[in-house]
């Protein structure tokens, strides 16, 4: 779609279904798109140890299959198809990649070896490549300022949410038949919920209901704005380095709770299903309601991931070290939630250092250095760590590398703290 006709597509805010209800509507169908990321993303942890086996596959392959597989065509095709976004339909591109990766999950269940797993994996990438900053852009034009943060906080629900179900539904399924059936399942399901997304959703115009309609800048303006600002390689980096425990530790603990805990199959499916699923949505809601909260103080959108992580990281060590599985859920329930805490202010953050037009662009900037070295480098360290600690600690090898991880957190609190004195002098409203 040409840049003019994506501009005839769009719709004023206050025309069509009304403001108030139909807005809602689409952030509703827009989290439960971005639960299928989110499930298809991390289905692959609580089958690890099944495919582990069958596959005959180490630790460290298990972390490129996840992180690194994923990552590659992720971060580098989603600044390109955001660029795409600031100039086109919004709507079509997410519907083109819900339908993509959707597939690949599916295919997944097909894979007979280490490559062909890896391959597909890629493939789940290439699709969620294009699922997110358009989501965020769309949100940011549905939204005034006032409600952003939440908004787009409410939107990241669908972290929790589809990590709960990912836990729960690639669990119960393969517990029932097997690791390949769980992902045909999921995979199908996303493929059947793209076209909903196309009918329902359409995409207002750039910035609001009366906003100048303007040519969307160029990939070079963007960064040309975007770069130079200190705010935005800290927000990103203190991003990155929490991603890289947090993506980390949502992949490998099914794994640390069947090796050191013992549980079954089934019974992690529960545990961490919950665990995911109330910790999350209160961390994700409480960060984006603080932030709106105190967002006259610009700085309050960095110390509110800051505070969270400095919180979270001894929550987290003594979780670990709990052997009582009740007194475990309270203690990992606390830093679950602070861990998602940072990206309602996070990402609202990042859409105010640029003007309306950039914002899908910006947003894809932010992610790729976010998942680049969040998502491609945490579940490798970690499975790296335990086949490197495996002939000293054995088959608490998981736990000493998680052990080590969490000093990422001490340097995402660092570069937030950092970015809270800048922020004020880079936002844009």
Do not use: H, K, N
């Given at each position: 779609m040409t840049d003019a006709a994506a501009k005839a597509d769009e719709v004023p805010v206050d025309e069509g279904q009304g403001v108030g209800g139909y807005r809602y509507v689409v952030l509703i169908l827009l989290i439960v798109v971005y639960t299928f990321n989110f499930i298809d993303r991390q289905i692959l942890g609580i089958l690890a140890g099944a495919i582990k086996h069958d596959l005959h596959l180490t630790d460290t392959q298990l972390g490129m299959m996840s992180g690194l597989a994923f990552a590659v065509f992720y971060t580098l095709l989603g600044v390109p198809i955001a660029w795409l976004a600031d100039r086109s339909s919004r709507t079509w591109i997410m519907t083109g990649a819900l339908t993509v990766w959707s597939g690949f999950t599916?295919?997944?269940?097909?894979?007979?070896?280490?490559?062909?797993?890896?391959?597909?994996?890629?493939?789940?990438?290439?699709?969620?490549?294009?699922?997110?900053?358009?989501?965020?852009?769309?949100?940011?034009?549905?939204?005034?300022?006032?409600?952003?943060?939440?908004?787009?906080?409410?939107?990241?629900?669908?972290?929790?949410?589809?990590?709960a179900c990912g836990y729960l539904l690639g669990g119960l399924i393969s517990a029932a038949s097997n690791w390949r059936i769980a992902f045909m399942v999921v995979g199908g399901a996303g493929v059947l919920l793209a076209p909903l997304l196309r009918l329902v959703v359409r995409d207002p115009r750039r910035g609001g209901a009366h906003a100048a309609i303007e040519k969307a800048p160029g990939f070079g303006e963007v960064l040309a704005v975007l770069l130079p600002k200190p705010s935005f390689w800290l927000i990103s980096l203190g991003a990155a380095a929490s991603s890289t425990c947090g993506y980390g530790i949502a992949f490998w603990l099914p794994s640390f709770f069947e090796r050191s805990l013992h549980l079954s199959l089934t019974d992690r499916a529960w545990y961490l299903g919950a665990l995911a699923l109330f910790g999350g949505v209160l961390g994700v809601w409480l960060g984006g309601m603080i932030a709106d909260r105190f967002g006259k103080s610009k700085a309050a959108y960095c110390l509110v991931p800051a505070i969270a992580f400095l919180i979270a990281l001894p929550c987290f060590f003594a979780a670990v070290n709990s052997a009582n599985l009740a007194v475990a859920f309270v203690l990992f329930l606390i830093p679950q939630g602070l861990n998602l805490a940072w990206l309602g202010p996070t990402i609202a953050a990042v859409q105010h250092l640029v003007p309306a037009r950039m914002r899908s662009t910006s947003s894809a900037a932010f992610l790729f250095i976010n998942n680049l070295i969040g998502l491609g480098l945490g579940n490798v360290y970690f499975g790296f760590m335990a086949d490197r600690l495996k002939p000293h600690f054995g088959t608490e090898a998981l736990r000493w590398s998680i052990y080590s991880g969490l000093t990422f957190y001490l340097l995402a609190a660092a570069l937030f703290l950092l970015a809270a004195r800048r922020i004020a002098k880079d936002w844009v409203d």
């Open positions: 599916a295919a997944c269940g097909l894979a007979a070896g280490f490559w062909p797993l890896f391959l597909c994996r890629m493939g789940v990438g290439v699709g969620e490549a294009g699922g997110t900053a358009p989501a965020y852009s769309l949100i940011s034009d549905y939204f005034p300022v006032r409600q952003r943060a939440r908004a787009l906080a409410a939107y990241s629900f669908g972290i929790p949410i589809g990590t």
